[in-house]
């Protein structure tokens, strides 16, 4: 089994910068892609982005692309979600998602990042 812990949500004020971690444990060499969902209040969870677990490539929605950014540390079993230029609409809680295979995923347990105007 793998675990997923994040971290590094928080209040941020509109055109601000926020950087979530995830640290991976457990049965890590079974990860494919580690990534980035998030769930608005009232709204569906959606994919914010992913990455090799090698950091090799990267994919992202339309809406962040180009203000966000996604890394990885191989060695450490840990994703990064640099988040730039943030807006009102960034507001959820974001879950980190480890992709073990095409069936079978991990989540964590969320962190909130709010988004004042």
């Known amino acids: 089994q793998v675990q997923l812990v994040e971290s590094g949500g928080g209040l941020v004020q509109a055109g601000g910068s926020l950087r979530l971690s995830c640290a991976a444990s457990g049965r890590t060499e079974r990860i494919n892609y580690m990534g980035w969902f998030r769930q608005a209040p009232g709204k569906e969870r959606e994919f914010v982005a992913r990455v090799l677990r090698n950091g090799r490539r990267a994919d992202y929605a339309d809406s962040v692309q180009g203000r966000f950014t996604i890394s990885t540390d191989y060695a450490k079993s840990t994703v990064y979600l640099q988040m730039n230029n943030l807006e009102s609409d960034d507001t959820a809680v974001y879950y980190c998602?480890?992709?073990?295979?095409?069936?079978?995923?991990?989540w964590g347990k969320g962190t909130q990042v709010t988004v004042s105007v």
């Open positions: 998602n480890a992709q073990i295979s095409s069936t079978v995923n991990a």
